[in-house]
């Protein structure tokens, strides 16, 4: 058995949850539910704007349920302070721009190392597990690899969008030939953005593959057959 873990976002609860500014469907229960549903992890990206995730949600988290918890954010001052103070278990760093839907491609290494390695030997110093979310490409790979993070999260949204068998191979190839540098650095390994239950199966089988998070697609089977269902099926999935 390969054992991949799950890590589940749950960012579109707390979209839902905004949509009438009140207490349902409440985040603490929706961690309970993920973890005890084969969720390994739970997953919040406290975004910048507050969006969705609020900073209540995640303090709550930490504070309510025993249970690991992976904050994406922005490479910021005021994130590191919120990582240092919450201290989730670990932490994947993602770019963010204000006007963007979701999260658009891999971090740009280039003329942003300075700060990514600075936010990261912060963090990892803390005891804090960073890992840094790039394209399946050698250079941000090794990039992330000389500023010290311990993991890298695959962008797997190219290969989420191809459409076609040929050009799904193609992208698929390109994971498969990044995750064997990752593994080479010695470094975890993590991929997600755009899985869902029709193309996680190939993800999940690359070699040396530790973890993969997924949210939208979990969230959205959520609401016909509950979250319950919806994390057991992925993570039945992904083994
Ligand atoms: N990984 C990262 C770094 C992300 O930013 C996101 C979206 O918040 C995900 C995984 C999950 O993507 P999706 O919601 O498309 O499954």
């Not at 500014?21 to 961690?31: G, I, M, S």
Request: proline share 4%; with cysteine; charged share 25%.
């Amino acid at each position: 058995m390969r054992n991949v873990k799950l890590g589940v976002n749950i960012d579109h609860i707390a979209t839902l949850r905004n949509a009438r500014n009140e207490k349902n469907p409440d985040t603490v229960e929706a961690t309970r539910v993920v973890l005890s549903s084969g969720g390994d992890m739970v997953v919040m990206h406290l975004r910048g704007d507050r969006r969705h995730i609020k900073d209540a949600d995640l303090e709550r988290a930490r504070r309510e349920v025993k249970g690991l918890i992976h904050l994406e954010m922005a490479a910021t001052p005021e994130m590191e302070k919120i990582a240092l103070k919450i201290r989730p278990d670990s932490v994947c760093i993602v770019p963010e721009s204000p006007n963007e839907v979701t999260t658009q491609g891999g971090l740009k290494m280039a003329g942003n190392l300075a700060g990514l390695e600075k936010i990261t030997r912060s963090l990892s110093k803390s005891g804090i597990e960073v890992s840094l979310f790039v394209d399946p490409e050698p250079q941000p790979i090794r990039a992330a690899h000389n500023i010290g993070a311990d993991c890298i999260e695959l962008c797997t949204s190219k290969y989420s969008v191809s459409w076609g068998k040929k050009l799904q191979a193609k992208e698929l190839e390109q994971l498969q030939l990044a995750s064997f540098l990752v593994k080479e650095l010695k470094m975890n390994l993590h991929a997600g953005h755009g899985l869902d239950y029709y193309n996680v199966v190939p993800v999940a089988r690359i070699e040396g593959m530790d973890s993969l998070n997924i949210g939208y697609s979990i969230i959205s089977r959520a609401m016909f057959v509950g979250l319950k269902t919806a994390v057991s099926e992925m993570k039945r999935l992904i083994q």
